[in-house]
C-alpha cells in the first residue's frame, strides 16, 4: 500500500512540472495581472433571448454539453480568457478576423473592448444565425476546405483566430476516428492567411482541442511543421506572424 501510494505521488510531481503545467501557471498569472470582469460583460447580455433562441433551436440529438452556446456564464468566461491572453482588453484597437466564428461571443467581447470584427462560418446552424445577430456581430458565410482559398473579404486584418479548430477534420473512419489535414494542408491554409488577409504585423491565433484520449493536437509531426512556419507554441494553441521569420508574440506590438 505504500508503495502504491508513492507512485500515485510520484505521478502527481510529475504532472506539476511538466511543460504544460508551467504554461498553465503562467497564463493564470499574466491573466491575474489584467482581471476583467465576467459579471459586467454578462450585464449586457440578454440570457433570456438566449434562452428564447434555443427554445426556437433547440440541440440536435446526441448534443454534448459543452454546446450548450445559450450558456452565457460559461461561454463569456472562456471568451473573457481568450481576450487576456492576447492582450485585447489593454490593446489599441484592432482589425479581427475570427474564423469559425460560431455563435459570436469572442467578437461581441471583442467590440466591447474597441476592437471590430468580422467572423466568417458556414451558416449551417440556425441559432447561431440568431446570436450573432444579438450580438451585432456581422460576419461573412464560408466554408473552410483544404487546398481551397478562402473568399475575398475586401481587406486586410491586424488579427486572425480560430478557436477549437475542427475546419481540419475532412470525414471519420469506420472506427470512429478523424481523417485530418496533413500538413500540406495546414501549409496552403497558413499561406492563404499570410498572404490575403494578415497586416504585415498581423497575426494568426489557432487554439486546437486536445485529442479523444487526452492527448495534445500537436503529435510530433505536426509540432515539427507548425516550428517550420515560425509557430509560437503553447498548450494547445499555435501563434503565427504574418511574416514567417518574425517571432510572434501574444501582446499586439505595432
Same mark, same amino acid.
Given at each position: 500500500? #505504500?508503495? +502504491?501510494? =508513492? $507512485?500515485?505521488?510520484s505521478q502527481k510531481f510529475q504532472k506539476l512540472f511538466t511543460r504544460d503545467a508551467a &504554461?498553465? %501557471?503562467? &497564463?493564470?498569472?499574466c491573466r491575474w495581472t489584467h482581471p476583467v470582469s465576467s459579471r459586467r460583460i454578462l450585464d449586457t447580455i440578454d440570457r433570456a433571448e438566449l434562452v428564447r433562441l434555443r427554445e426556437d433551436y433547440p440541440y440536435r440529438p446526441n448534443a454534448r454539453k459543452i454546446n450548450a452556446y445559450e450558456d452565457a456564464d460559461y461561454w463569456v468566461g472562456v471568451n473573457v480568457k481568450r481576450i487576456q491572453d492576447l492582450w485585447l482588453d489593454r490593446s489599441p484597437s484592432l482589425h479581427i %478576423?475570427?474564423?469559425g466564428c460560431g455563435p459570436g461571443y469572442f467578437l461581441y467581447l471583442c467590440r466591447l473592448f474597441g476592437?471590430? @470584427? %468580422? @467572423? %466568417?462560418?458556414?451558416?449551417? &446552424?440556425?441559432? +447561431?444565425?440568431g446570436t450573432t445577430k444579438l450580438f @451585432? $456581430?456581422?460576419? =461573412? $458565410?464560408?466554408? #473552410?476546405n483544404a487546398q481551397t482559398p478562402l473568399p475575398d473579404l475586401g481587406k486586410k486584418f491586424d488579427l486572425a483566430t480560430a478557436h477549437r479548430v475542427c475546419f481540419h477534420r475532412i470525414a471519420r473512419t469506420e472506427s470512429g476516428?478523424? $481523417?485530418e489535414w496533413n500538413p500540406a494542408d495546414w501549409e496552403f491554409f497558413i499561406n492563404? #492567411?499570410?498572404t490575403r488577409f494578415l497586416k504585415p504585423n498581423g497575426r494568426l491565433l489557432l487554439e486546437f482541442n486536445r485529442r479523444a484520449d487526452g492527448a495534445s493536437f500537436f503529435t510530433p509531426e505536426l509540432r515539427a511543421f507548425f516550428k517550420s512556419q515560425g509557430a509560437r507554441i503553447v498548450r494547445w494553441k499555435a501563434l503565427l506572424a504574418a511574416d514567417p521569420s518574425q517571432r510572434p508574440q501574444f501582446k499586439h506590438v505595432k
Amino acid at each position: 500500500m #505504500i508503495a +502504491f501510494w =508513492a $507512485v500515485r505521488l510520484s505521478q502527481k510531481f510529475q504532472k506539476l512540472f511538466t511543460r504544460d503545467a508551467a &504554461e498553465s %501557471l503562467w &497564463e493564470h498569472a499574466c491573466r491575474w495581472t489584467h482581471p476583467v470582469s465576467s459579471r459586467r460583460i454578462l450585464d449586457t447580455i440578454d440570457r433570456a433571448e438566449l434562452v428564447r433562441l434555443r427554445e426556437d433551436y433547440p440541440y440536435r440529438p446526441n448534443a454534448r454539453k459543452i454546446n450548450a452556446y445559450e450558456d452565457a456564464d460559461y461561454w463569456v468566461g472562456v471568451n473573457v480568457k481568450r481576450i487576456q491572453d492576447l492582450w485585447l482588453d489593454r490593446s489599441p484597437s484592432l482589425h479581427i %478576423l475570427d474564423l469559425g466564428c460560431g455563435p459570436g461571443y469572442f467578437l461581441y467581447l471583442c467590440r466591447l473592448f474597441g476592437h471590430k @470584427g %468580422l @467572423g %466568417l462560418d458556414p451558416d449551417d &446552424e440556425p441559432f +447561431f444565425r440568431g446570436t450573432t445577430k444579438l450580438f @451585432g $456581430v456581422n460576419r =461573412a $458565410v464560408a466554408r #473552410i476546405n483544404a487546398q481551397t482559398p478562402l473568399p475575398d473579404l475586401g481587406k486586410k486584418f491586424d488579427l486572425a483566430t480560430a478557436h477549437r479548430v475542427c475546419f481540419h477534420r475532412i470525414a471519420r473512419t469506420e472506427s470512429g476516428e478523424w $481523417v485530418e489535414w496533413n500538413p500540406a494542408d495546414w501549409e496552403f491554409f497558413i499561406n492563404d #492567411i499570410r498572404t490575403r488577409f494578415l497586416k504585415p504585423n498581423g497575426r494568426l491565433l489557432l487554439e486546437f482541442n486536445r485529442r479523444a484520449d487526452g492527448a495534445s493536437f500537436f503529435t510530433p509531426e505536426l509540432r515539427a511543421f507548425f516550428k517550420s512556419q515560425g509557430a509560437r507554441i503553447v498548450r494547445w494553441k499555435a501563434l503565427l506572424a504574418a511574416d514567417p521569420s518574425q517571432r510572434p508574440q501574444f501582446k499586439h506590438v505595432k
